[in-house]
């Protein structure tokens, strides 16, 4: 089991960044490829990026591709999401997810979720 906490979500203008945190508790985190999803008003809950457990390779969604960087540190249990050149389009309540020993594009690769964060971007 892991309880997964997202911090780090806020209002900010068009342009500006954000880092979003999220942190683990129980063991093995560095066995749990970690993922980061959004979903925004009226609309389906979308990948943003993962980074996999075990040698660390990061993939994203063509949408975020450039601005958007996952990096985890398992020392500390937790995975990041750093997110530069925002626009309103980024506008959504952000996920953090995880599964032991996979991950995955879409949302049923992943058993546990956080409670999000919300990212509000203002033009």
């Known amino acids: 089991q892991v309880q997964l906490v997202e911090s780090g979500g806020g209002l900010v203008q068009a342009g500006g960044s954000l880092r979003l945190s999220c942190a683990a508790s129980?063991?093995?985190?560095?066995?749990?490829?970690m993922g980061w999803f959004r979903q925004a008003p009226g609309k389906e809950r979308e990948f943003v990026a993962a980074?996999?457990?075990?040698?660390?390779?990061?993939y994203y969604a063509d949408s975020v591709k450039g601005p958007f960087t996952i990096s985890r540190d398992n020392a500390k249990n937790t995975v990041y999401l750093q997110m530069n050149s925002l626009k309103p389009e980024d506008t959504a309540v952000y996920y953090c997810?995880?599964?032991?020993?996979?991950?995955?594009?879409?949302?049923?690769?992943?058993?546990?979720w956080g409670q999000g964060t919300q990212v509000t971007v203002s033009s």
């Open positions: 997810a995880a599964r032991r020993y996979g991950w995955g594009y879409t949302k049923d690769a992943y058993n546990y």
């Open positions: 129980g063991r093995s985190f560095s066995s749990y490829g």
């Open positions: 980074i996999s457990w075990g040698s660390g390779n990061t």
